[in-house]
């Protein structure tokens, strides 16, 4: 702290225990002069305490709503300086210890006061709130009304009417005082935090107070007691503001301040008092009746105060409960669909299963995750709320909805009554339609289980998701029933999966190819590229077996990258040995998992550039559900394009595309299914039974001829068959008739022979 809050505070003080020395010796009738030297405490200390507010607007940088308040406190301080400078010569002047106040004197005390209240009732309290205001405006009223009633009473009511009449000066003055206390104290006590500080406000607040203790000291000692009012108790209000001004000097902002609740039940308990005090009177005065009156006041502004306060009680209770149900619904229900969520359908089903058996009916919808690559998440969005609302409907009073998470849902069935079986078809049949804004169809493959009272939650669970996934495999919009022993193969799938991990890191696979053959002239034109694995104890495994555990464990990735780059490894070897007119294409099998894949474009980049092999040599076979899976796909696959690597459409007529496909997938071979192809000789050609057995391979055969694509007939087994695809336009076939898949060593051999003969021919 700087020097000149010491220095005022020092000095104010000094005042202080001087006059209040002087006033004990004069008491004691020590000759320390005439009574008028009581009057000059109050007009030093004020200037003291005027020089040191000004001196700390000067040298603190203040808020300008504290600069403005300490600005009207200094002219307050100043004023009444001057005011009772004025009084002090007219006590000089005056033989009697009660001088008359002059008329200037008792202006400019006045001034002082009502500035002072001015200046107080301009700080703001920082509530911007109507009803916060209101109440408060009624604390504040009752405050007032309650410490006005014990001022009136035991102050000023007495100087009105006392045997020897007190000065008009002296009344008003006493008055504004009080009013100063009052509404000062009132105010200051609903002030936090704020431009002014907070004690500094409060030491202001309390200064007023001195003009309610000289009131009191009035009625108690008459005309005697000026002297030591003057002299001992009126300096104390500027030392007060000394200290509040040296408080806001060294301010650093303190806590909040929680708004103040007392302040109006001290006021009620206040003005019983002076009611109290009435009861020892037998006539009823004006005072009397005052009082009274102020008590109704009182009491009715705080019969409104607490109406409001009951009213805000009642409405904070209701919001509290609205939040608990919305909090407790937040954390018990799916956000997005609104129906139960993994949680609560856990915590009713394992009540249920505590005391009474369950059905448990597991949705999965089919092929979801298709609409949110093509369509977009917003799209899927709002598939899954129509989706919850047609389960929600189907399910009816009969079970629980539930949405357990993604595409996955659930139905809660406890009521013995209700068969499961029936409930698990009306959701299919309520899934028949299209949904949402989009008029979209989805289907959904549903697993039924029910277990007995006291069977694990888990156990359930894992039943109805086996018998969901048994759905699946039997095709779309399907429902099954678990059954003892469904997870056997399951189990085994599992197993199969850890067992590829080791295979992949044993070298365990080999690929075998399989010749693409020109029908007409019977030589190799290319050569599909095929896995296999060599188990160590269970021999050679089926791909059949292996790619869905592949598949569906994610390891169809690296086993796709390390076919991708034995098959080009091995073909250009070939290319290198025999010529680039050996070999025109390898054909490895590519899965939608390797499409996804972010750094599949990577790896077909690496594989060509390590191995050497042209782009245009590579062929890539893809199913038609692999090209369906997305805008994603597409671009990946239009990539490849660009690169110069050719796209095969493999079992081309099998899937759900439309013909359109063709246009938006840039291929450039189209390959025959197997289906198609068997049966295809039946029949004496030009005859009815031909035409229909041969309809759909010459609808493929001219369409890919319109759009300038390549055939390849695969699952040729005779020659017949190799004859008729010939005249429907087929050039290309791939069949165990024409070449089995072999090893390379027996690939090469093959193309060793084509060259000999190749030779000898020429």
């Excluded at 609903?190 to 002014?196: D, K, R």
């Excluded at 929600?392 to 909805?401: E, M, N």
């Excluded at 209700?418 to 549903?446: T, Y």
């Excluded at 192809?677 to 039974?689: F, K, M, Q, S």
Aim: glycine share 10%.
């Amino acid at each position: 702290m700087t020097t000149a809050p010491r220095r005022h505070l020092a000095l104010i003080t000094a005042i202080w225990v001087a006059w209040s020395a002087w006033y004990v010796a004069w008491v004691a009738g020590a000759p320390v002069g005439p009574a008028a030297i009581a009057y000059l405490a109050l007009p030093l200390g004020a200037a003291v305490g005027a020089h040191g507010v000004l001196t700390m607007i000067r040298a603190v940088a203040l808020d300008p709503v504290a600069r403005r308040f300490w600005r009207q406190m200094t002219v307050s301080f100043a004023l009444l300086a001057v005011g009772y400078a004025m009084l002090a010569v007219a006590a000089f002047a005056d033989t009697g210890v009660l001088p008359t106040m002059p008329i200037p004197a008792a202006v400019a005390a006045a001034g002082a006061f009502g500035v002072a209240m001015w200046a107080v009732g301009r700080v703001p309290l920082g509530i911007t709130n109507r009803g916060e205001r209101l109440k408060q405006w009624l604390d504040r009223s009752i405050a007032f009304l309650g410490c006005s009633t014990v001022l009136f009473t035991f102050g000023l009511a007495p100087m009105i009417g006392a045997p020897d009449p007190w000065s008009t000066q002296a009344l008003v003055l006493i008055s504004l005082s009080i009013l100063l206390a009052v509404g000062g104290i009132t105010k200051v006590s609903y002030i936090g935090n704020g431009p002014v500080d907070r004690v500094a406000i409060r030491l202001i607040g309390v200064t007023s107070l001195v003009g309610a203790a000289v009131a009191v000291l009035s009625v108690a000692g008459g005309y005697n007691s000026a002297v030591p009012a003057q002299a001992v108790v009126m300096p104390i209000a500027p030392l007060l503001a000394v200290l509040a001004a040296r408080r806001q000097w060294v301010s650093t902002g303190v806590r909040s301040r929680r708004a103040n609740t007392w302040l109006p039940y001290l006021a009620i308990a206040a003005v019983d008092g002076p009611l109290l005090a009435q009861l020892a009177g037998h006539a009823m005065t004006n005072t009397g009746r005052l009082v009274i009156v102020a008590a109704v006041l009182v009491n009715a502004l705080v019969a409104v105060r607490q109406f409001f306060a009951m009213r805000e009680n009642s409405r904070l209770l209701r919001e509290k409960r609205a939040s608990e149900d919305r909090l407790r619904h937040e954390v018990t229900h799916d956000g997005l669909t609104g129906l139960a969520n993994r949680g609560l359908f856990r915590e009713r089903l394992a009540g249920v299963l505590a005391d009474r058996d369950a059905t448990v009916l597991l949705v999965d919808l089919d092929d979801f995750k298709t609409v949110n690559d093509s369509l977009g998440h917003e799209v899927g969005d709002d598939l899954l709320v129509a989706v919850a609302g047609t389960l929600r409907a189907a399910t009816g009073p009969d079970g629980l909805a539930v949405r357990l998470g993604g595409d996955e849902f659930a139905v809660l069935v406890d009521d013995p009554a209700v068969d499961g079986e029936a409930l698990a078809q009306r959701v299919i049949d309520a899934f028949s339609g299209p949904m949402s804004g989009h008029q979209l169809l989805v289907h959904a493959s549903i697993g039924v289980a029910t277990a007995v009272a006291g069977t694990a939650l888990d156990s359930v669970l894992r039943d109805a998701d086996i018998a969901m996934y048994a759905a699946k495999q039997r095709g779309k919009a399907n429902w099954v029933r678990y059954q003892g022993g469904m997870e056997l193969p399951q189990a085994g799938h599992a197993r199969l999966g850890g067992e590829l991990r080791r295979a992949l890191d044993n070298d365990e696979f080999f690929l075998v190819y399989q010749p693409i053959i020109a029908l007409r002239t019977g030589t190799v034109v290319g050569v599909e590229a095929l896995v296999r694995w060599q188990h160590p104890t269970r021999g050679l495994v089926s791909p059949a077996e292996f790619i869905p555990a592949a598949e569906g464990t994610g390891l169809i990735v690296p086993l796709g990258r390390f076919v991708l780059r034995e098959a080009c490894r091995q073909a250009a070897a070939w290319l290198a040995e025999f010529g680039p007119d050996a070999l025109q294409k390898i054909a490895p099998n590519v899965s939608v998992r390797q499409l996804h894949d972010p750094d599949f474009l990577a790896d077909v980049r690496q594989a060509l550039a390590e191995t050497g092999l042209p782009s245009e040599r590579v062929v890539l076979e893809l199913t038609e559900s692999a090209v369906l899976r997305g805008p994603q796909v597409l671009d990946t696959l239009r990539r490849l394009h660009d690169m110069g690597i050719r796209l095969a459409l493999d079992d081309f007529g099998t899937g759900e595309s439309s013909l359109s496909l063709l246009q938006a997938f840039p291929a450039s071979i189209v390959k025959l299914d197997k289906s198609f192809v068997d049966g295809i000789e039946v029949g004496e050609d030009g005859t009815a039974e031909a035409a229909a057995r041969q309809a759909v391979a010459r609808a493929v055969v001219q369409l890919a001829l319109a759009l300038g694509l390549d055939t390849v007939a695969e699952g040729i087994e005779n020659q017949e068959q190799a004859d008729r695809l010939l005249a429907l336009g087929y050039t290309l076939g791939q069949g165990y008739h024409l070449a089995r898949p072999m090893p390379a060593e027996d690939f090469r051999r093959l193309l060793a022979a084509q060259q000999r003969d190749l030779a000898a021919a020429a």
